[in-house]
């Protein structure tokens, strides 16, 4: 697979909180959260974990 397409996994996090009428809701909760709160605070998390898995993909390793 070529480098260059695991950045488009970058481009998750931005498509997923683009749109706030999706997700501007209350319900369902989780721990007393309103979902607007923990899907904002999932992405969060999951583009960090993205950042890190496009990085360990594409880093030029020192023999190759």
């Given amino acids: 697979m070529n480098k260059r397409w695991w950045y488009t996994l970058l481009a ?5 909180t683009l749109a706030p009428p999706l997700y501007a809701r209350m319900q369902p909760e989780v ?5 607007f709160y923990w899907y904002q ?3 969060v998390v999951l583009a960090s974990v993205l ?10 390793t020192p023999n190759g």
């Avoid at 950042?51 to 030029?60: D, G, K, S």
């Fill in 12 to 16: 998750l996090p931005l498509v997923a």
């Fill in 31 to 35: 721990f007393g959260f309103p979902f």
């Fill in 41 to 43: 605070l999932l992405w």
């Fill in 51 to 60: 950042t890190w898995i496009v990085y360990v993909q594409t880093r030029e």
